[in-house]
């Protein structure tokens, strides 16, 4: 019984995770993917032609966090709906107690505002190497911080404190997995 009840609540999380996706990215105009896109593949040829194999793989990791980033404001501000019922919580870790009270909802939630800024971390560190990891979780944090000020005064989503601290938290784990890459390969 207690088995059926796990796999019941992992049935339950797969499907929060894939709400959450649809619900992100389903505004955004598919010109917009299409554009970007293209705008990768060219950038990168042309980076590839101009720069050479060595020197590239930087200058396009610094295209793609671009384009990362971008689709991340036109998921969360741009594209999404206004809506006078949209809100804020500035305490920090509400979402935390209310998970407590039976909110899962929130919990995949919160796992995805980590997940969704991991790629984040893991491109600004590859950027440059004399960016230092406190100033990649810094720019993360700034990142984050606007998108939730966005949100807020142009009520375009709920505007947290818990959302900023799961995207800095993704971002961290980006760096950590480029820092544990580069120990094990260089």
């Avoid at 990791?61 to 404001?73: C, F, K, N, T």
């Avoid at 947290?160 to 961290?172: I, P, R, S, Y």
Wanted: hydrophobic share 50%; aromatic share 16%; net charge neutral.
């Amino acid at each position: 019984m207690v088995y059926m009840a796990q796999v019941l609540k992992v049935d339950k999380m797969k499907d929060l995770f894939r709400l959450y996706f649809i619900r992100l990215y389903q505004d955004i105009p598919t010109e917009v993917y299409e554009g970007i896109l293209s705008l990768f593949c060219i950038g990168t040829v042309g980076l590839f032609i101009i720069f050479g194999w060595k020197r590239a793989w930087r200058k396009d990791s610094g295209l793609l966090l671009v384009e990362y980033v971008i689709l991340i404001y036109c998921s969360t501000v741009v594209f999404r709906e206004y809506s006078e019922n949209v809100g804020h919580d500035f305490s920090p870790f509400w979402s935390y107690r209310a998970i407590g009270n039976g909110r899962d909802d929130l919990l995949a939630e919160n796992l995805m505002n980590v997940v969704v800024f991991v790629p984040v971390g893991l491109l600004l560190s590859c950027v440059s190497h004399r960016l230092k990891w406190r100033m990649v979780l810094l720019i993360g944090l700034g990142i984050s911080l606007s998108i939730e000020a966005l949100q807020y005064f142009y009520h375009k989503g709920f505007s947290e404190f818990d959302d900023v601290f799961h995207n800095t938290l993704g971002c961290a784990i980006g760096i950590i997995i480029v820092v544990v890459i580069k120990r094990i390969w260089l």
